[in-house]
Every structure is written in structure tokens, then in C-alpha cells.
């Protein structure tokens, strides 16, 4: 048995049936020509005979029902492969929009904490001959960004390499580990700013006066003002998981017209699309929504590469109705937000990061959402996924889509992986709090296409 | 909102996730001639169309999150059918074994309490052309018996009969409502036995003098004296779930042999067959598994019909290699505890059914399952069903097999039906503590086997 972190523990400790803990990735593959009816299933068979497990992937709490046994970890040595890899099937007429019906019931549901706690859902049955792997695991043994980087380590570059890589096999190949990129993802920037404890409390003074000096040229965002939307009351145990894919080509030309990066612009995509959301269900407020988001802080003139990232508050900008103006604001508030940032040392910046997400550590406090303004309306995560075509037993990756967390005061999750030359976008929210979540694919759509006409 | 008496709210209270408190039950149907491929896919949308839904599946706990909230119902205006009505499909190849997996995985999963807490799963992908329907209810809306009784009031005796009535829909046919064989339920004795508090504690000495006296007899069977199995450990939170039917005309030939009751035959089959069971794994403790089970307590000199229901323990003669002196001491143990109960006024009979079943209600407290010994082995109900063929829009039931609850010290459920001409059979358990479930079947197969050789 090992020891436990506090920054694993706290996900086991604050997980309940409302709140299930763990991070999806749905990946969605074209098989090989020739290849025959039972593809499929031989790739089933083939991922449960892959029986060298990396210790990650063997381990679950040592005792699944206390809440003070959660400390420490046990590994399994022997896994029950038929539990963990499942074979689905989706029903006539076997469309994406079967595929996400099947993905949101999966990730509303919690792992059994009495097995190492992660499932693989390989699904058959898409009308276009196109197969999809689910991969849920829970976010105490690791982040949303290292289990798609652990997703991605599986795949290859080779069209014509059939040796068929299981995520869970433990990593031989001298590649950087999963964990590397994990600091970019929200709930990791969480848990290492409640790991830092006494150390920050020291640190948050300075930093916050840092904010409130550049709150005075109104284009930073602070904290606890943003204003209360359907997205932020508590929420229930089912979820509603959309995704789809954007042309990296369409994002950066826009972009180019004006000198926003293209996170400034997927940026101004979501916040015209909830704009258009909450429009239609007559609830959006008369303030802008504002987002809690992830950026890297490097600067040209750093001579070391090295990891500065910081978790930054910004404006989607959903009060203004013109498409150019709101891409203008958002991108105005994002580099006000990093400017404010990059002038801060690394303990500093990790300080303000964790005032800035402070308000998600009190979301397990029951009634705290519904006394408190939301410390910002919806988190968008932006990963750095594969930067060429990938390849899984000969079959090509089409997409891969995260489904993350969301939280009481957080009911909806937006995660976009760059992919190859494309974006790909996982939204998950909750069920009952947002109705017809798949309208906000159509409006992403509508609100990119709507700055490209007014760019060009 | 209403009042939620002990009765329903217990299994709120009682419910974690290593103990979810549904109940299940798997329909197999073969459709009718000339049914196209959108058959399945047309019962889907004729289902969710039944907008008319009966008090009972529009309820859901007033307040989801705490427990002191839950003692209180509140009824759903809207039901969100396509969150209630699920159509699935089964992977290749199709067989009863993947409907099976699929099943297990369903019953593993704890109910939304932010949604009435139902689902029904349509399952099209047999290879042979049939199709399933799973429903899972909440033991808090209705227990086992009545869930199987709902299902069963919306089938028709008539083939032609296209009206495809939902379990939800109100009942206005002014048969008796689902709720009357409910006592025959062990969870729902349990229940009873709970809400009878104060007054049943004067009638317990009495009861239990009874019985400690036909004890003297040996033939008796008292709770808590049960041997150690891997039936009786703590259990996580999966399911594996297996199930068979078999010719009712081949258990009541074997039993008219040497005057046993179908009951007996069907327990000396258990006996069998988790003889069977645990000599694989090594397992087979030396003194007899017991078995707690409802039994009818009518006698042919009763002058009105009513209902005498007790829950009975009886020895299910493990140790017992030959198959008709199996038999025999089992019928032999059962007619010893039902003389004790007949001897019995109504009210006594329930006080020594709650003695007997009292064991359960400790099974929420963390550690008895450990120190104590097992109150018994395995609960095994019979429940009368469908006395005639019957029909769900032209498709015919082939086959409803029941899945209910398994508990900490109480790792496997087998509860069968009576259904037209068959027997069909529900085995639940915990997926962690009873390795290859499956073998179960075989070993029931070859225990009526071997009963019938030797009584021939």
C-alpha cells in the first residue's frame, strides 16, 4: 500500500453520486480497408489479453467505503479484463448522435472503488463503418490532460504499425511521462493550489493587491463577479456529453485578421455561442459571462523553455451582440489577464492562479452555490493534442473528445484538444440543469461562421 | 410533496454506491412475424410517447442530496423520456451472454435521485432476432414483486393485441393493484417487520420459544447459525447476473415422485448446484448452507383464502452428495418450519418471520457482516408470474427473469418466476466476491439432471 496525497484523496473524498469524479476521453476511429465484420471484436479480444499493467492502472483505494481508508492506495494484481474493457454496440441508426446518448450515460455513472478505477468502452455499430474507444478514469490517478496524453501514448504515427497498444501498458518508451502537461488542466491547478496550503496564504495578499491594481483599467476580471447563470446552481447525476470538430484552418484565419491567437478566437466562439444558448432559453444575464481558462505564460524573451502556467479569468463577452467586437473583447481580457500574470514570479503566479480557482474547492460545501455570486460562469480548457495524423492497429484517430468534470456552481465543462489540423470539442454538462446542450454545436458553428463573414 | 414513511425511505438511507437498492427485471421477447429492422427502434418512440405517467414513476426524494431529505416525496410534472426510455443494442455476436454482460453492467449502476428512479432499457441485437427489455425501479417505489407485477400488467394475453401499454401508465383496468403480493417480497417482510417497531418487540419472546422448542426436532432451521461462505463476506459494487429458464413440467415430475413440493424440488436444485459451485472453488463449507425464503402458509382447511405469508429458513442440504436424499431433507426442513409457523396467529407468524429475516437489517453496519455469524446463506424467492402466454404489442414473452438486491454478508440473490410453463430463473451477485456466476446455470442443470436419473 502507498500513501495517498491529499491531491488524490480530495477527489475520492469530495466524489458523490451527484458529483462522480473521473475524466472521459471518447476517441473515434475509421478502421483500416479491409477490414472484416469482427474488427471490432478482435480489437476487444486483442486489449484483453494486453495483461502487463502499469501501476497506475492497478491501483484503487484500499478501503473503498471509508472516507479515512481513502489515505492509501493498493495495487490489484490480478485485473478482471472482462470487467474493464467492454464491448458495446450502438442501436439503429447507429448515428454520432447514438454515440453521444451512449458516452453521456457512461459518464454519469460512478466507478466501483472496489476495482482499479477506470473502464474501457470499445463501441461497434456506427452507421459509417467508423468504431469509437470510451476511456473513463478516475481523477485521482490522473488528470484530464495526462489521461488524454496517456490516450494519445497508445497511438502511432505509422499507418501500417499493428501492434496494438493498450493505455494501461506501462510506458517503456523512454517518452516524457503523462503526467508532464497535467498543470494546464483547472482541477490539477486546484488541488496543487490546496497542496501548497500554509505557503500560499502568505503569498494571496500581495498577489490579489497585484489584481486589484489591475482591476482599475477594467479589462481584467476578477473573481466572485460573475453573474449568476443557469450554469451555476447545483447540480444533479446524469449527464448530457456533446462533441464535434472545427477546422484549425477556419479558427486561424479569423484569428489573423484581427492578431487574436486562436485560443482568443475558440474563446469568442463559446462565448457567442452561449450568448445564442442562453438567448433561446431566455436567461442570459444583461453582464458578460466570464470563464475560468488555463494559458501558458511564456514570454518571447524567456530563455528557458520551462512551464509557466497560470489559471486566468476572462470575459466571453456575451453582452455584446457584434461578432468582431466580442473576438476584440475577449482577446482585450485575456491579455490583460496575462499581463497582469507574466509580471508575477512562478509562486506569485501559482497564488493568483489559486485565488482565481479558489471558488471550486468550496463547490462540495453544500448550499455554497446558491449563497455566493460564481467565482466565473463556465471553465474552458484548451489542450495541446497530436500534431500529426495518429493511428491505432491501422485504424485512423478522427477526433478525440474530453469529457471532463463538472461541479455544483459549474454545470458545464468545455475541453478543446488541437488535433492534428483540426479542434476537436468535448462539452459536458449536467443533465437537468441544460436542456438541449447539443444546440450549442449548432451555435458554436453559427458563431464561428459569423466572425468569418464579418473578418472577410 | 408526501410524507415518505420508514418502509420506502430505508432503502434511501441504506443505499451507497456499494449497495444500490433497485430492482430488475430483464423481458425477452420475440417479435412478431413480418416485424421489419425499425421494430425495436418503433417501440423505442411509441414508448416515450406514453406521455401519461402514473404517481408512482413520476416520484422522486424531495431533496436528492441529504438524508434527512429524504422523507419526503416529490412528483415530476415533466419526465424526460429520453432520459427514462434507453434503446441499446447488444455488440457482436449477439448472444444471451453479451445481453447478460450488458445487464450485469446496468445493475451495477446506481439511480439519478434528481430524475423519478426508473429506467427501461431496450435491447435490440440478438442474434437470433429477439429483443429485451430491462427495467430498474427504485426498492423505495416499489419492491421485487410488485416491480415484476407491473411489468406483467402491461403484456396482453392476446397476439394481436398492438397496444403497446408502458409500466408507467396508470392504472385504470381496475385489476388489483401491483402492490398485492408485495409481502411475499423478503426485503418487503423486512420492511414490515421494521414498521411493526415497538409492538412486535413484546411478541418476539414468545415466537422465538416456539421455535426454539421445534428446534428440539432437529429438522428445524434458526437464523444465525448458517456456516461461513464467500455467499456471506462484505461486497463491492458490481453485478454479474445470469439467467435461465427451465420446463415446469420436468421440476413437478421430479417432485411428484416423493411428495415434494415444486418448491422443494426448485430449492433442492440451489442446494445442488451451489454444492456444485463452491466444491469448484474449493469453497463448500461441511455444515449445510441455509436458505431464507417466503413461503405461502395457506392450509386446505382455511376458510377464507387471505394471504399467510412467512419468511421461512430452511436448510438447502448442501452436504448431501445424493440427489433424492437432497431432496428429500430438504422438503423435510421446509415442512418443519412452515408446521412451526401454521401453529402461529397472523401477528406471531410476522414476528418470527422478522426473527428470521432480522439479520438483514444489520447489514448496513459497518463490520457485523465480519464478526457475526451468517443469519443465512442466500435468499431464494419464488414468485407466481404469468400463468398463460403473453404479449407486448404482437411480440411474445419468452422469458422474464427477475434481478433484486444483494447486500453486505448477503452476496447472491436467486429469485425464479413461474411463467406459463416454464420456470424462469434471476441469479444476482456481487461480481467481486463469486467468480464465473455462470457456472451456476450449468450446475442447476445438472442438479434437476441428476434428480430426475435417480427419481426415474
Not at 31 to 57: K, M
Not at 332 to 343: E, F, I, T
Not at 345 to 371: E, K, R
Request: hydrophobic residues 40%; charged residues 20%; glycine residues 8%.
Amino acid at each position: 500500500m502507498n500513501y495517498m496525497p491529499i491531491t488524490e484523496s480530495m477527489f475520492l473524498i469530495a466524489e458523490s453520486r451527484e458529483h462522480p469524479m473521473h475524466v472521459g476521453g471518447l476517441q473515434l476511429f475509421t478502421p483500416p480497408d479491409g477490414a472484416g465484420p469482427d474488427y471490432v471484436r478482435s480489437i476487444v479480444q486483442r486489449l484483453r489479453d494486453q495483461d502487463e499493467v502499469s501501476t497506475r492502472f492497478r491501483s484503487r483505494p484500499a478501503d473503498p467505503v471509508g472516507i479515512l481508508g481513502n489515505l492509501w492506495w493498493t495495487q490489484d494484481k490480478d485485473i478482471d479484463f472482462e470487467y474493464h474493457v467492454r464491448h458495446s454496440a450502438l442501436p439503429q441508426p447507429g448515428r454520432i448522435r447514438e454515440l453521444l446518448q451512449l458516452t453521456s450515460r457512461w459518464h454519469g455513472t460512478l466507478l466501483d472503488r472496489h476495482h482499479p478505477m477506470w473502464e474501457g468502452h470499445v463501441v461497434e455499430g456506427l452507421e459509417d463503418g467508423r468504431f469509437a474507444l470510451y476511456t473513463k478514469m478516475h481523477h485521482s490517478l490522473l488528470d484530464g490532460v495526462s489521461a488524454l496524453k496517456t490516450l494519445e501514448r497508445s497511438l502511432s504515427t505509422d499507418p501500417d504499425n499493428d501492434d496494438l497498444r493498450a493505455p494501461w501498458t506501462p510506458n517503456r518508451s523512454g517518452k516524457k511521462r503523462a503526467s508532464g502537461g497535467s498543470s494546464l488542466n483547472p482541477l490539477s491547478l486546484a488541488s496543487g493550489a490546496l497542496s501548497i496550503g500554509g505557503d500560499a496564504l502568505g503569498l494571496l495578499p500581495a498577489s490579489a493587491k497585484v489584481a486589484v491594481q489591475a482591476f482599475r483599467d477594467h479589462s481584467y476580471t476578477v473573481p466572485f463577479e460573475a453573474p449568476r447563470t443557469i450554469l451555476n446552481g447545483p447540480i444533479g447525476g446524469a449527464r448530457r456529453f456533446v462533441a464535434q470538430s472545427w477546422e484549425l484552418e477556419r479558427i486561424k484565419s479569423v484569428g489573423a485578421k484581427v492578431g487574436a491567437t486562436m485560443n482568443d478566437v475558440v474563446l469568442a466562439m463559446c462565448g457567442g455561442a452561449l450568448r445564442d444558448y442562453l438567448l433561446e432559453l431566455d436567461a442570459l444575464p444583461d453582464q458578460s459571462l466570464t470563464t475560468m481558462v488555463p494559458v501558458s505564460l511564456r514570454r518571447d524573451d524567456d530563455e528557458v523553455g520551462g512551464n509557466r502556467v497560470g489559471a486566468i479569468i476572462a470575459s466571453l463577452a456575451t453582452d455584446i451582440e457584434d461578432p468582431l467586437d466580442r473576438l476584440i473583447a475577449v482577446r482585450q481580457s485575456v491579455q490583460s489577464a496575462k499581463r497582469v500574470m507574466s509580471d508575477l514570479s512562478p509562486t506569485q503566479i501559482l497564488a493568483l492562479s489559486a485565488l482565481n480557482i479558489s471558488g471550486l474547492a468550496f463547490s462540495p460545501i453544500p448550499g455554497f452555490v446558491s449563497v455566493t455570486r460564481p467565482p466565473f460562469n463556465v471553465i474552458i480548457s484548451n489542450v495541446p493534442g497530436p500534431r500529426t495524423p495518429l493511428y491505432w492497429n491501422g485504424s485512423r484517430l478522427d477526433g478525440v473528445y474530453p469529457a471532463s468534470i463538472v461541479l455544483d456552481g459549474q454545470a458545464l465543462n468545455i475541453t478543446l484538444v488541437s488535433n492534428n489540423d483540426q479542434v476537436d470539442f468535448g462539452i459536458i454538462g449536467c443533465r437537468q440543469s441544460l436542456p438541449s446542450l447539443q444546440r450549442l454545436i449548432h451555435h458554436l458553428e453559427d458563431s464561428l461562421g459569423e466572425m468569418e463573414k464579418a473578418a472577410s
